[in-house]
């Protein structure tokens, strides 16, 4: 338990960073070969968010696609948006918005079917939206509660 | 709210073709490629605009000010709408105006801007930020590039 809560916060601050680094347009913080730490797993006698529910649907799924997000999140940072004095090839510049854009659309196609928002199943999309906003807070408030 | 991200993303991705033409003149690599690769770019910048536009889109049917809040963290959400407003905003100011064929793209990018502004309205009750950033649209809306045709430099009215 003391180690899945040291994960979560990890990748809880991992997310803040890649994040903030977006809104801010400052650089990264961390960076990817400088940690090696397990991506967080689901935890004991807390399989599903909302137990009882048909298809179990669990905070963990939503978390571990942002961390994954984040990871391309981070890529985009450094590769197209450098300081402006470290000029890029504009070649290369081309061939890494395409390499990075492959990268987007497999994460995309990757989701658990619960949060694929791209399918057509308009009548649960806002629930789906509701209970997204909801997930993304749960690892933080999961993690409160066992510090 | 994975859907606004994906979409503000693949915006911020594409975002360097966006209007390269008017931007990047001084810059002769960068022309170059955009002489070599017209199409490629062209779709590229299609794809920003596209993305900026689905943003827009995912706020169509949000009914008021407390479900927006409630439903959305809106402290991430201003920069992202920021941003598509701005990206739609440009891209239709580099339209040129007296092109016919341009004008129903022209008012579409408008309106979809349009739902931008009316949710940094919304949160600007309660958010600074959000009171800047419809400040922001709102000048950026009353900007204009004057036709390529006419001169060869942008510059806003």
Redesign the interface.
């Known amino acids: 338990m003391e180690q899945e809560t040291i994960r979560r916060t990890w990748y809880s601050l991992y997310v803040l960073d890649r994040l903030l680094a977006l809104q801010l347009g400052r650089p990264i913080a961390i960076h990817e070969d400088e940690y090696y730490v397990n991506l967080p797993s689901e935890l004991e006698g807390n399989s599903g968010l909302f137990n009882g529910e048909p298809n179990q649907l669990s905070s963990i799924d939503y978390f571990i696609s942002v961390i994954n997000f984040s990871k391309i999140l981070g890529q985009v940072i450094s590769g197209l948006y450098r300081p402006s004095q470290v000029a890029i090839e504009p070649e290369k510049m081309l061939l890494s918005t395409t390499t990075l854009d492959e990268k987007l659309m497999n994460w995309k196609l990757s989701l658990p079917r619960h949060l694929r928002f791209d399918l057509g199943h308009t009548f649960e999309k806002s629930t789906i939206f509701k209970r997204q906003v909801r997930l993304s807070v749960q690892p933080l408030k999961i993690l409160a509660k066992h510090i | 709210?994975?859907?606004i991200?994906?979409h503000h993303?693949?915006t911020?991705?594409?975002r360097?073709?966006l209007c390269l033409a008017w931007v990047q003149q001084p810059n002769r690599?960068?022309m170059?490629?955009l002489e070599r690769?017209q199409h490629?770019?062209d779709s590229?910048e299609r794809?920003c605009i596209h993305e900026a536009q689905q943003t827009a889109h995912l706020l169509h049917?949000v009914a008021d000010e407390k479900s927006l809040v409630h439903?959305?963290?809106w402290w991430?959400m201003i920069?992202c709408l920021l941003c598509a407003s701005s990206v739609l905003l440009v891209a239709r100011a580099c339209i040129e105006p007296n092109r016919a064929d341009l004008l129903v793209q022209s008012q579409t990018l408008d309106e979809d801007a349009e739902t931008c502004l009316k949710v940094f309205d919304a949160l600007s009750v309660n958010s600074d930020a959000a009171r800047r950033a419809r400040d922001m649209t709102k000048g950026l809306k009353r900007t204009r590039i004057l036709p390529r045709s006419i001169f060869n430099i942008p510059f806003t009215l």
């Open positions: 709210m994975l859907a991200k994906f993303l693949r911020i991705m594409h360097p073709y690599p960068l170059t490629l690769a490629r770019v590229l794809i049917n439903d959305f963290p991430q920069s």
